[in-house]
């Protein structure tokens, strides 16, 4: 079955060190998206990207870091800038005016 | 840039009632979608319903349909017959029809609690 994979499902940083995120699609879409969601503040767009080898800033990109090599990955690393990364990370992509597919999200917490 | 409005933050309702969730947003454009997505415990973000603002006719998907006001800018959710499976958060959420610029615009969401 198509759909997006996101790993981990958890995942703890510690102070100063970068992680990465995963988020893999077989559903052939062109553009995919990355969301920080935060209690009470909904889902905010980090990045986002409509064809290989290109991406754009979304509303909260500092501290974060893209690439898009590959149509179906689009990893997200949570860099030492980011000061606050704890929060739930959801991948989404877009093939269609209306299509949008959700990852089922990673859980970062910094310990 | 576009904004969406959840003025709502936590709505109850007793099981087989009914309610309305509300959802204002600002935009210049004259066409666009909006979409009401449905997020359980599990964190899965689920389509409930989506309005293309060209099309006047309210959209409906079963217990779900929304009151789409152009000129108001407003996309409420009714869900009838309220069930316990519908208790989640709500995400109202814009996107304009421009190539490049299809990302998703969300609100601050709506907890939903069904009162057995």
């Known amino acids: 079955d198509g759909g997006i994979t996101q790993s981990p499902k958890y995942l703890f940083r510690k102070e100063g060190q970068n992680v990465t995120l995963s988020c893999e699609q077989n559903?052939?879409?062109?553009?995919m998206y990355w969301y920080r969601q935060d209690p009470g503040q909904g889902l905010r767009l980090i990045y986002y990207s409509q064809i290989v080898n290109d991406f754009q800033k979304g509303d909260i990109a500092e501290g974060y870091s893209v690439s898009r090599e590959k149509k179906e990955s689009f990893p997200l690393t949570v860099t030492s800038a980011q000061k606050n990364p704890t929060a739930f990370y959801l991948c989404?992509?877009?093939?269609?005016?209306?299509?949008?597919?959700f990852g089922s999200g990673t859980r970062l917490t910094v310990v | 840039a576009q904004t969406v409005t959840q003025s709502q933050p936590e709505m109850s309702v007793q099981e087989a009632e009914t309610v309305t969730l509300s959802c204002t947003y600002d935009?210049?454009?004259?066409?666009?979608?909006l979409f009401w997505y449905k997020q359980p415990p599990s964190r899965q973000m689920i389509l409930v319903i989506r309005q293309e603002a060209y099309k006047q006719q309210n959209a409906t998907e079963n217990r779900f349909s929304v009151n789409f006001q152009k000129a108001a800018k407003s996309f409420s959710l009714k869900i009838s017959d309220s069930q316990l499976g519908d208790a989640a958060m709500y995400f109202c959420a814009y996107r304009s029809p421009n190539f490049g610029n299809e990302k998703l615009t969300f609100g601050t969401g709506t907890r939903l609690t069904i009162i057995p």
């Open positions: 935009t210049s454009e004259s066409d666009y979608y």
């Open positions: 559903l052939n879409h062109d553009a």
């Open positions: 989404a992509s877009s093939g269609t005016r209306y299509g949008y597919t």
